[in-house]
Structures are given as C-alpha cells and as structure tokens.
C-alpha cells in the first residue's frame, strides 16, 4: 500500500521561504512521477510541480516558475518542493502525489495516491 506523507507547511510572511517534504513508503521511488499540488479555499486542485522517477524531467505551472524547484532523493524515497519568495496566492493546502505515468500526473487523471495535505499560508 503507497503511503505518502507530506511535512513542512506554516506560516511565513510574503517573500519568505519553505520547504516541504514528501516521504514515500510502499513504492519503489524510482519507478514513479512524484507531483506536489495545491487546492486553495474555493478553489480547484491544480498541479504545481512533477518530477520523472530518474528526476531528468519536470514541470512547473507557470505561476512557480524561478519561485519553486522540485527535486528527489530516491534512496530516501521522499520528495521535496522548495519554494522561494512566496506570495499571498500560494496559500493552500500542498498534496503530494505519485503515479507511473507523467501525463496522469499533468491531467491528475488515475492519479490514486495521494498524501494528507499539508497548510501553507503566506501573510501580506
């Protein structure tokens, strides 16, 4: 059974930092895209980032682009999502995601591991 568990969300001021983590158990690491999403209040799930299961490919929604870097270490099955100079907008909970296929990850279809959600909220 995939478990993924996401860690490092809070509160930081506009401009600030943070780093999540996604540590994934029941997988081979490897063999997955791993994705980060985010849902905001009201709003619909959109993905963020994607990364290969050899970290040599990856996407980035336009509105992280420069502000967001994805990286893997799959000796230690987990994920992470950097997130620099951080604005209002990206306040929302941060799901991690893994599916084998990079095109489930960009349409989120078949996409069925999901981690919790962690909160990130950025104060103006």
């Known amino acids: 059974q995939v478990q993924l568990v996401e860690s490092g969300g809070g509160l930081v001021q506009a401009g600030g930092s943070l780093r999540l983590s996604c540590a994934a158990s029941?997988?081979?690491?490897?063999?997955?895209?791993m994705g980060w999403f985010r849902q905001a209040p009201g709003k619909e799930r959109e993905i963020v980032v994607a990364?290969?299961?050899?970290?040599?490919?990856?996407y980035y929604a336009d509105s992280v682009k420069g502000r967001f870097t994805i990286s893997r270490d799959n000796a230690k099955n987990t994920v992470y999502l950097q997130m620099n100079n951080l604005a209002p907008e990206d306040t929302a909970i941060y799901f991690c995601?893994?599916?084998?296929?990079?095109?489930?990850?960009?349409?989120?279809?078949?996409?069925?591991?999901w981690g919790q959600g962690t909160q990130v909220t950025v104060s103006s």
């Open positions: 995601a893994a599916d084998s296929a990079f095109i489930n990850m960009l349409t989120m279809r078949g996409v069925n591991s």
């Open positions: 029941g997988l081979i690491a490897s063999n997955y895209v």
């Open positions: 990364i290969s299961g050899n970290g040599k490919n990856t």
